[in-house]
């Protein structure tokens, strides 16, 4: 409200200085002001001081305030002044109402403005004088002397009619247009605004779901590498805890065993941290299938036996994939060694199709109530790991108790159009 002072100011002093009210109200031919013109005066000056509090409240009660200063300009026409520059608080208005109401209100207030201008134009002027009052005025008097003198008069004052109308009518569309281009440009603006504001939020949900889905990625390495890993050495360590009073050099394998065991795991480990910039060790290739022999290896020397069968023509895979694939058989012969118990064997299978990969990892060890509890349920990081890196290929993954003992876990991996 502040901020429309000034302008209404600047409006009222300008119409004080440049209109004179005290030459205009009731001075339609050009006499002095009258003390009986007082009231007149006064009229004015509230008129006037409408008008401009219409332009001061303008933003908060934008159709009111139309109608005060539609109101003013009224009265200042009854008393035979013209619009006088404080009337254009009735432009100032009509901008307002186009800029901050819809379009149909917005028309609708031009035309009730442009229906009371016509009116105003054709109407409202002074009547001209009748054919037998021109008659019976002579000449020399200031009027018509004749029937067409008094033709081109009303003539004349048609046309100045029409042509006030063109004028006052074209400034209140100007007015409205104004408006009206400025309510659309600010709803333009306000739509960009709120689709960067849409945009900022979607890449601040990506961005929340990307490190979710790193966070996971990263859990279930380190799962996978420090699982393995402990349950080599606690194996290896219960078998040399086993054999120290009876056969030392059981022991003394053992136990080297435990530190290259542990030392793998500990450089997996640098691997995985690696790849999200904690350590500087990316030059350590990320195992695969091709690694499995060495993880059999290790396998076999904690005494669980397991061999490998390959089935079908070997195909490169791609570098995530060949990496789930082998994390998919670690975890499996990690959960062999905890749960199948002493004297347990394993096999791993891996059948290549035209279209996908297929893993199996069965065991002849004890049922496992709990793993396969796990497996039906979803729970157990080691199944869910495995369950959640196969779903991100789009692939199919079973595990659960064999009918005569053991445990098999089977994964298939679609590899169409992955091959390198």
Known sequence: MLQDAAPAAVLLAICVLVNAPNAIVGNTAGTP??????????????????AAGGVVL???????????????????VAQAAPLM?????????????????????????????????AGWSLYGERPMPGPSEVLSMGPGLGTPSGPKEVMRVHRQASADAWSGLSVLGSALVASWAIGSGARSRRAYLDELHAHARDLERERDQQAALAVAAERARISRELHDVVAHG??????????????????????????????????????DMRHVLAAVGEVDDAWHPQPGLAHLPALLTQVNRAGTPVRLRVEGSPVTLPATMDLSAYRIVQ??????????????????????????????????????????????????????????????????????????????????????????
């Not at 303008?58 to 200042?76: K, N, Q």
């Not at 608080?89 to 201008?117: G, M, N």
């Not at 009918?403 to 169409?416: D, H, K, S």
């Open 33 to 50: 002001v009258a003390a009986g013109q007082d009231g007149q005066l006064a009229l004015w000056w509230a008129a006037t001081a409408l």
């Open 58 to 76: 303008r933003r908060r009660w934008p159709l009111p305030m139309l109608a005060v200063c539609v109101l003013s300009a009224g009265v200042h």
């Open 85 to 117: 520059i404080i009337d254009l608080s009735v432009l100032v208005l009509l901008y307002t109402v186009a800029s901050r109401y819809a379009w149909v209100t917005s028309l609708a207030a031009l035309t009730c403005l442009l229906l009371v201008a």
């Open 230 to 267: 402990l349950s080599l050495m606690v194996i290896q360590a219960q078998g040399g805890a086993a054999a120290l009073d009876n056969t030392p050099a059981d022991t003394r394998t053992a136990l080297e065993t435990i530190v290259t065991t542990g030392r793998d795991s500990l450089a």
């Open 331 to 420: 975890e499996a012969l990690t959960n062999t060694m905890k749960h199948a118990g002493t004297g347990a064997a394993a096999s791993v299978v891996l059948t290549y199709h035209d279209a996908e990969i297929g893993i199996e990892i069965s065991d002849n060890g004890r049922a496992r109530t709990g793993d396969a509890g796990a497996s039906n349920t979803g729970a157990g990081n080691g199944l869910r790991g495995m369950r959640e890196r196969v779903k991100l290929f789009g692939g199919t993954f079973t595990a659960g108790p064999k009918p005569r003992g053991g445990f098999t876990v089977r994964a298939a991996l679609p590899i169409q159009g992955h091959a390198t």
